[in-house]
């Protein structure tokens, strides 16, 4: 059986119950994750919480336990961005797959009130423009760092 593990924030917590509806029968779906955690090696060694985390996940569970995918995810900042290329150079060269899910659109307003909004007013284009923009450079950032690398997975 295949064993599927999902690391980071409260948005990596956020993939369970779909990993769990869509391969819950064919593989172990494991779960990582504490609120505000971000899961990077840079993030082991001090006495926070989120490095006891990340410690746990790097130093004991993958070096001691085979994984078929490790899932990375968090709200990502661009100050992330070195902290992200170690981490997943330390997966690459013990050899453990892993995806990284990219920054989550953010907006400007609470997202139900705009959808809400949108709907009532038949515009969903509307929605678009209520993206903070910083997203769409830390997005088009992280496509151009981890994307376009040759070994990216």
Request: proline share 5%; aromatic share 10%; glycine share 8%.
């Amino acid at each position: 059986m295949r064993r599927i593990c999902s690391s980071g924030d409260s948005h990596a917590g956020d993939l369970y119950p779909g990993l769990e509806a869509v391969y819950g029968e064919d593989a172990d779906i494991l779960q990582a994750t504490a609120a505000g955690c971000k899961p990077l090696l840079r993030d082991a060694g001090s006495a926070t919480p989120c490095s006891r985390m990340a410690q746990f996940i790097y130093d004991d569970y993958l070096r001691q336990n085979h994984v078929d995918l490790l899932i990375i995810s968090a709200q990502w900042s661009a100050e992330d961005i070195d902290g992200i290329a170690r981490t997943l150079d330390w997966l690459r060269q013990r050899r453990i797959k892993a995806v990284l899910f990219g920054p989550a659109p953010e907006y400007n307003m609470r997202l139900p009130g705009l959808l809400a909004r949108s709907a009532n007013q038949g515009d969903f284009a509307d929605v678009q423009s209520h993206l903070v923009r910083e997203y769409g450079l830390l997005d088009r950032e992280f496509r151009q760092t981890f994307v376009a690398r040759p070994d990216a997975f």
